[in-house]
């Protein structure tokens, strides 16, 4: 290379430091501080890395981000609500792994937020604070009868075949249980159903866990029911899910009432701008015309216009649903048309209730919490009346979506923190180091990613030995005792 094309490099290397130089003033400036920006996420599910990786794109470079969880499991209702036949939807994990393996983030496992450390503590230790530990609970059904064993939401049934660690850990009895009734039709109801209808073998290697594997294979298992207060028309399901469940080989579908496939005219322009809800109408059309090839081994009945208004039972368990036929009505205010009652009853036989009728978040103490919506009142994701504190996901929006719009809402309240940065990020915060000593005085030991990565290698090590993806750890004692190669 001549002097020339040095001169030129050297020139260009010179511009690149001060251009660099000057960008790191201007962040600074910007900031009011020179150290870097502190932020503290609550929840590792998909919304909170989402939200991590764009304030690492977004934020000044060098910016610190700490995710809290709860458990000492990372990735929320990827890990936890995501179906075990469905490894596919579960791949961004590995980005998630990924961003923490390679510093982005820094993760506290077992650290609960309102018990182990306050919202307030954290507001004081960190620049800004998001929210995004999603809806954990379960809603459930005000039907008479509720109490009886065996009926439960679909959030605990979910939590049971995947394993997840939890205080209070929940029992299914499967034996005996020949009919299963599913009040709900959305995709998590939809998801229930296929892991209740699916032949075994269909779910060797999954990562389902193994006691309720076993419970689901050894039990009589004839028939599933969903119930649906509103008509085809009006399903919350999307197709692919559904025609997932009705092109199960060895189950014939049966669609309840007859003639509700034949749509009136109000349903039809209710649908009329819906793409989603025209082929949820045709899977459910085709299904009815497929050829009996007598290889059925167990029935799905889908029935509309159908609620349920009292569960049955003998010894305490339940035993069948009294179930009361509706019809649609004219929405309010020009709304989409509700479910009324008829006053017409039938009864169905069931051993086995789940109530899939949406999740419910949990109020956090220090930030304000509508029942009605169960959200965290927000403006594009800044919390109403807090500067330094943001909301994304379920705990946002409410319960609704799949993983990916958990994308779209983290750049939507990441583009609201880069333009109040001025407002909460103008002072100097102890962060991380903070966070650490606090724990520390209380004795409380968080579950680091390297600590993490032990109860992974353990769970990954006893699924191969079981001839399956994973074998997940239920206990949270457990995952604690050998994160800390105890």
Not at 90 to 111: C, I, L, P, T
Not at 223 to 233: D, K, S, T, Y
Not at 283 to 301: A, N
């Amino acid at each position: 290379m001549n002097i020339l094309g040095r001169v030129g490099e050297r020139r260009v290397a010179i511009w690149n430091k001060a251009r660099l130089l000057f960008e790191n003033r201007a962040v600074a400036f910007s900031t009011g501080v020179a150290e870097p920006v502190k932020v503290c996420i609550v929840g590792s599910g998909p919304a909170g890395f989402y939200s991590a990786d764009k304030i690492a794109k977004r934020l000044p470079d060098g910016c610190h981000i700490d995710i809290l969880e709860a458990l000492p499991c990372p990735y929320g209702l990827v890990r936890s609500g995501v179906a075990p036949d469905h490894p596919d939807t579960k791949n961004v994990m590995h980005h998630f792994q990924d961003m923490m393996e390679k510093k982005r983030v820094e993760y506290f496992g077992n650290v609960r937020v309102g018990k182990d450390v306050s919202l307030d503590e954290l507001r004081g230790l960190y620049h800004a604070v998001v929210l995004a530990y999603g809806a954990g609970g379960g809603k459930r059904l005000s039907v008479e009868g509720s109490g009886l064993k065996n009926i439960m939401s679909a959030r605990d049934f979910v939590n049971w075949y995947n394993g997840h660690p939890s205080d209070a850990p929940v029992h299914v009895d499967m034996a005996g249980v020949k009919d299963v009734l599913i009040c709900g039709l959305g995709n998590v109801a939809l998801d229930c159903a296929r892991v209740l209808l699916k032949k075994p073998e269909d779910m060797v290697g999954t990562d389902i866990s193994t006691k309720p594997y076993d419970a689901i294979r050894q039990s009589p298992i004839e028939r599933v029911r969903i119930l649906a207060r509103r008509g085809p028309a009006q399903a919350a399901c999307t197709p692919k899910e559904l025609r997932e469940l009705l092109q199960l080989p060895h189950v014939e579908t049966f669609v309840h009432p007859e003639g509700c496939l034949e749509l009136t005219e109000t349903c039809k322009k209710e649908i009329a701008s819906s793409r989603i809800h025209k082929r949820v109408v045709d899977v459910l059309t085709k299904s009815q015309q497929k050829d009996d090839d007598g290889m059925k081994q167990k029935e799905l009945h889908v029935q509309f216009l159908s609620s349920p208004v009292k569960y049955v039972g003998s010894h305490r368990t339940v035993k069948g649903v009294i179930a009361e036929r509706t019809e649609l009505a004219p929405g309010r205010d020009g709304g989409p048309q509700r479910a009324i009652g008829t006053g017409e009853m039938e009864e169905f036989p069931c051993q086995l209730v789940i109530e899939s009728v949406g999740y419910l978040a949990e109020p956090l103490e220090g930030a304000p919490f509508d029942p009605k919506t169960n959200t965290v009142p927000n403006v594009l994701g800044k919390v109403v009346d807090a500067d330094d504190l943001y909301v994304c996901g379920w705990l946002k929006r409410g319960p609704s979506g799949i993983i990916g719009t958990n994308l779209v809402d983290a750049e939507q309240t990441v583009d609201t923190m880069v333009r109040h940065i001025d407002i909460w990020g103008s002072s100097q915060k102890p962060g991380r180091q903070g966070l650490m000593e606090l724990l520390e005085s209380r004795n409380h030991q968080p579950i680091t990613y390297e600590a993490w990565k032990r109860i992974d290698e353990e769970e990954i090590s006893r699924g191969q030995a079981a001839g399956k993806l994973r074998e997940k750890l239920t206990s949270v004692e457990d995952m604690i005792s050998i994160a800390n190669n105890q």
